[in-house]
């Protein structure tokens, strides 16, 4: 996801209803093995109506040493319960400090949050926001210093703790801080039975942790740990909060140099536990949740559906659609996957998810040629029958017209599709990341002698009945071309790559003869459309997006996510901003 590159001093808090409207929560206890082999226990708090998986989870880390996710005063519960009202799934793990925190090193938590994190993942969650409250904030700032867990994409401290050792050493003086460290440190040198330390109110350690936790050379100053967060973070306490003096949220703030932002509020007269002002806290966090775009997101059904090609050859595909159910007076979006994909994941799920949860139905289908084994057999002249086949089938669900999407080589076999058929249907193309002049291509990366090699033997192949079954192997690697200070590229040196294609297959897309020409067969075609590049995508490098909507017969745009952190082939980090730029263009080309 991209940032906004702001740094307020204070945040101005707007209470705002939550997205999904209040409704009941359901409560699970729930366990998990961390990768160390230990048993932790959690309370996952979500709507009644079920787990949204395509919206944000919270993974909440309580305070302590030895607290509780449980208890009522702990933010892990009554926050967790607020946003679980406002559609949020949340999950509040009890850390192995809550039961042996005397005998743990501090980083072992690490292995306690990724264990989280790994839960919410294997149930589908791909956005998630870490919240600490008191010694949680410490937690979930060492976990994103060691961890850097690109899953984690925003950061909540409720009443941040302090430097730790820091704290401590200034709360008993340096002469006793001194000569508990030397003591621990003696007794570590000695071995054996080590005598506990005793920092009062039921805070005991064994030499090994308190140095761990307290000494001279511990990893628990927040301050520092906080500046090694590039992710937003929200930083909320009580001015009446004894731990968080007066300028201590100012500190963390400008400590936090990396972070794209920072947010601070203090509430008058709260106390450490937030105490009379909880169901601000609830309303805070959700309005800043939403300001970095993690609202809850609205729900979305999923289907598996079928159709059978002219030859009688089985295809699958995915319908999205808003819980609502379909909109048949608006186009239906039908998503093809690019070169060696499939249905399910990359460009044709998170679209597809998108634009079901915008209120449009979308359709990421199948040919002939998808997946790995199906490039490897298939040829570009196979696919029209297949795709005339699901614009069949949607016809006949009722939507009078379609927007196909292709990802890479899927925009080109839209466009042969189109080029083929004319198909009055189809009302609007959008490709993202289009691919190019695919022989041409090929007798870049592999140079004009090895090209003509790898053409003879596949025109021989096929000459001789094994188009279909002989194989041709040879280095492919992937060509470069002279950078265009109109769209500027950031990419790494080329890579290798091999040709992995039957005879047949590979004079289909890559031969002197092939049809597999982007921009010969989009200018056969009429109709608006959208053309999406990165500045990090090795596969449409230079301006090549400029050439390819510049060949279009009908109404075209073109949007370039640029600079040195511009969007890759797959778009990662730029999923929502594509989505609304393909939102927009689609009512505008529809009333073209």
Do not use: C
Not at 199 to 213: C, K, N, Q, T
Not at 297 to 320: E, F, H, N
Not at 559 to 569: K, L, M, T, W
């Amino acid at each position: 996801m991209r940032f906004r590159f702001l740094l307020p001093l204070i945040y101005v808090f707007a209470s705002v209803p939550p997205t999904q409207g209040a409704e009941g929560i359901t409560e699970d206890v729930v366990s998990f093995t961390t990768a160390d082999g230990v048993v932790l226990a959690a309370l996952l708090v979500y709507p009644t109506s079920g787990m949204n998986t395509n919206g944000p989870a919270v993974l909440y880390l309580h305070g302590g040493p030895g607290g509780s996710p449980v208890r009522v005063n702990s933010v892990s519960r009554y926050v967790a319960t607020g946003l679980a009202s406002a559609g949020y799934t949340n999950l509040s793990i009890e850390t192995r400090h809550a039961t042996r925190y005397s005998f743990a090193r501090f980083d072992e938590v690490i292995e306690d949050i990724r264990g989280g994190v790994d839960m919410l993942a294997a149930r589908g969650f791909s956005q998630i926001i870490l919240a600490g409250a008191g010694l949680g904030s410490l937690r979930v700032a060492r976990y994103m210093v060691e961890a850097d867990d690109p899953r984690v994409k925003a950061v909540i401290h409720y009443s941040p703790t302090q430097n730790m050792a820091d704290s401590w050493r200034a709360r008993v003086g340096e002469d006793v801080y001194w000569a508990t460290v030397d003591q621990a440190a003696r007794a570590v040198e000695e071995g054996g039975r080590q005598p506990f330390i005793d920092l009062g109110d039921g805070l005991i350690f064994i030499p090994a942790s308190f140095l761990d936790w307290f000494g001279p050379q511990a990893k628990t100053s927040l301050s520092e740990n906080v500046a090694g967060i590039d992710r937003p973070m929200l930083m909320l306490a009580g001015d009446a909060d004894p731990l968080v003096p007066k300028g201590r949220l100012e500190e963390l703030q400008a400590a936090a140099f990396r972070s794209p932002q920072v947010d601070i509020k203090y509430y008058p007269g709260v106390g450490r536990s937030f105490g009379g002002a909880r169901d601000d806290v609830v309303t805070d966090t959700l309005a800043w949740l939403s300001d970095i775009g993690f609202s809850p997101m609205p729900a979305i059904k999923t289907q598996v559906v079928d159709v059978a090609a002219p030859d009688g050859r089985a295809l699958s595909g995915i319908l999205y659609t808003p819980s609502s159910g379909e909109d048949k007076s608006e186009p239906i979006v039908m998503l093809m996957h690019g070169w060696t994909s499939d249905v399910m994941r990359s460009s044709t799920h998170w679209l597809g998810v998108r634009l079901a949860q915008a209120g449009y139905t979308a359709l990421a289908f199948q040919h002939r040629s998808s997946g790995y084994r199906g490039v490897v057999t298939g040829k570009l002249e196979d696919i029209p029958p297949d795709i005339d086949a699901w614009i069949d089938l949607v016809t006949a669900r009722g939507y009078s017209s379609v927007v196909g999407a292709g990802h890479g080589v899927g925009g080109l076999w839209w466009t042969y599709y189109l080029s083929e058929t004319k198909d009055a249907r189809v009302k609007a193309m959008a490709y993202l990341s289009p691919t190019r002049n695919m022989p041409m291509h090929a007798r870049t990366g592999m140079g004009e002698g090895l090209y003509a090699r790898a053409v003879l033997e596949a025109q021989e192949a096929v000459r001789d009945g094994e188009g279909s079954t002989h194989l041709i192997d040879y280095p492919l690697p992937q060509a470069g071309y002279p950078d265009d200070p109109r769209q500027r590229m950031y990419l790494p040196p080329p890579g290798s790559g091999f040709t992995y294609y039957y005879a047949d297959s590979f004079l289909s897309y890559w031969g002197p003869n092939s049809k597999a020409v982007h921009v010969d067969r989009l200018a056969e075609t009429n109709v608006p459309i959208l053309a999406l590049g990165g500045s990090r995508d090795p596969f449409m490098q230079s301006a090549y997006l400029i050439t390819f909507t510049q060949a279009s017969n009908g109404p075209a745009k073109q949007v370039f996510y640029g600079g040195p952190d511009g969007a890759p082939y797959s778009f990662e980090g730029y999923e929502d901003i594509v989505a609304e730029d393909v939102l927009v263009w689609i009512k505008q080309a529809i009333n073209q």
